[in-house]
C-alpha cells in the first residue's frame, strides 16, 4: 500500500480548471446626458402614477375565519384545560432507559438484516460467476428480466379490517369557501 501512495501523492496536487473563453469588452455608447435624465424621469413619472393609483384604490381586505376563535371556545378554554400530573424521576429515568434499550434493538436489528443481505448478494454473486463458467447462454438467460414479474400486484388483509354492518358516507363534496373578488 506504502509503494502506491508514492505514486498517487504527486498527483494530488494537480488540479484542472474549466476553458476560459472570454473577449474584451466592448466600448460602451456614449449617449447626450440630457436624454438620458429625460429617460429617468419618464420612469420616475410612472412609477409615481402607479403609487398614486394603488393609493387611491383600496382593495377591501379578506378576513381570516380560520384565525378568529369562536367565543363558545374561548369560553370553554378552563374546561377544556387538562391538570397533568408531575412525571416523578423514577418514571422519567425508566422511560429514558426503555428508549435507549428500543433504540439499540432496533439498531442490531437493522445491522442483521443489513448482514443477512449483504450475504443472500453474495451468494448470488458466486452463484452467477459459477453459473457463467458453466455456461454462458444459462448466465445470459439468468440475468435478463422477467417481465412477468414487473406488474405486480398483491392482495391482501387491511391494516385494519373493516366493521361490520358500518354504511359508509356517499363522499359528497360541498365547497363552502367564500370567493373575495
Known sequence: MIGIRRFI???LGFHTSAVQCAEPMKKKKKMDPSIIRHR???????????????ERVERPLKPLDETQIPLSLKYEIPIRQRQLQPISQDIELSQRELLVAWSHHKQKEAERDLACIRKLLDAQGKALKELKLES??????????????????????????????????????????????
Open 40 to 54: 429617468e424621469q419618464r420612469k420616475m413619472k410612472r412609477i409615481e402614477r402607479s403609487i398614486r393609483k394603488l
Open 9 to 11: 501523492q504527486p498527483l
Open 136 to 181: 454462458e447462454e444459462l448466465y445470459i438467460e439468468a440475468t435478463q428480466l422477467d417481465l412477468s414479474l414487473l406488474p405486480y400486484k398483491a392482495v391482501g388483509p387491511t391494516r385494519t379490517p373493516q366493521i361490520k354492518g358500518y354504511d359508509p358516507p356517499d363522499g359528497d363534496y360541498i365547497d363552502v369557501s367564500r370567493k373575495w373578488e
